[in-house]
């Protein structure tokens, strides 16, 4: 009912470390704390990252105290900034571009994960009204990643955000307003805890149908067997939330990332394009 068949693919925002000079191990700064095991300025390799750009303890970064970098999604950035916005060339073999490399990185992680939401938004029959706006803005969006590194870095990110975000929210509309008159068995209310401190919650079973959780706090809630189907999970934070047997079928805005920050098991309900998470219980 709500998905496009024909919808542009996403497989350019999707992660290909062989082809990326390990950025998010050296570029992004991060500090001891329950995510990281250490301190680590930006631009300052990791001590875990190899002369291959891989890392040497991958297999068990949880278990070594980087549960952080599991979360992390550069959604296609790191290959894109390493392959075609400097060309292939390498910072530790040409030092003298590793500044601006590094300064690059970060923006085009956010452009990137724009065009996910966006491309997302697109793939929505229910959006069809405003299905020429999200080309005009998708086409945009990909002219600014395809800039040279030092006009990447005069992008005004908060601007092109701010009319993106418009966009974003049109579609959640559209996709709940379309939720509350579908006949079933539940009632269908309009639920809104955008930015709401739901951390700890107890929310098992709970129906969240076309829920509005945009930028929710749901740390370490129990959301077992709760109904998010077609809720707007933008920016929501599941850190150590429990989504066992939760049904995410038709939600919007979730990425991989929120599910690796979150606890969950094999009856989980995902939308297709995301994957269980390996250390899920099974």
């Given amino acids: 009912m709500f998905i496009n068949s024909d919808y542009p693919k996403r497989e350019n925002l999707q992660a290909d470390c062989e082809n990326c000079f390990g950025l998010c191990c050296t570029a992004l700064p991060f500090a001891a704390s329950a995510d990281f095991a250490i301190d680590k300025e930006a631009g300052k390799p ?109 992008i005004d990110i908060p601007s092109h955000r701010a009319n993106v975000n418009s966009l974003l929210l049109q579609t959640s509309e559209l996709v709940r307003k379309e939720v509350l008159q579908l006949k079933d068995s539940k009632k269908r209310t309009k639920i809104d805890h955008r930015g709401a401190d739901l951390m700890g919650a ?51 805005f979730l990425t991989q990332v929120q599910l690796n920050s979150a606890k969950g098991d094999v009856h989980t309900k995902l939308p297709s394009v995301l994957t269980i998470p390996t250390h899920w219980s099974v």
Avoid at 214 to 232: E, V
């Fill in 46 to 154: 990791c001590p875990n990252l190899q002369a291959d750009f891989r890392c040497n303890i991958h297999k068990s970064l949880r278990q070594k105290g980087f549960k952080g970098c599991t979360v992390f999604d550069c959604f296609g950035a790191g290959q894109k900034v390493s392959q075609l916005t400097f060309e292939g060339i390498d910072w530790r073999e040409s030092p003298e571009i590793a500044k601006n490399m590094f300064q690059v990185f970060p923006i085009m992680q956010q452009l990137h994960e724009m065009l996910w939401y966006l491309t997302e938004a697109l793939a929505l029959k229910v959006t069809h009204s405003i299905h020429k706006e999200l080309n005009i803005t998708i086409d945009k969006t990909k002219q600014l990643t395809m800039l040279d590194a030092n006009s990447l870095i005069e």
């Fill in 202 to 252: 107890n929310l098992r079973g709970a129906n969240l149908i076309g829920a509005n959780l945009r930028g929710a706090f749901l740390i370490a809630a129990d959301l077992r067997n709760a109904d998010l189907r077609f809720a707007d999970l933008i920016g929501t934070d599941f850190r150590d939330a429990n989504l066992s047997g939760a049904d995410f079928t038709g939600s919007i």
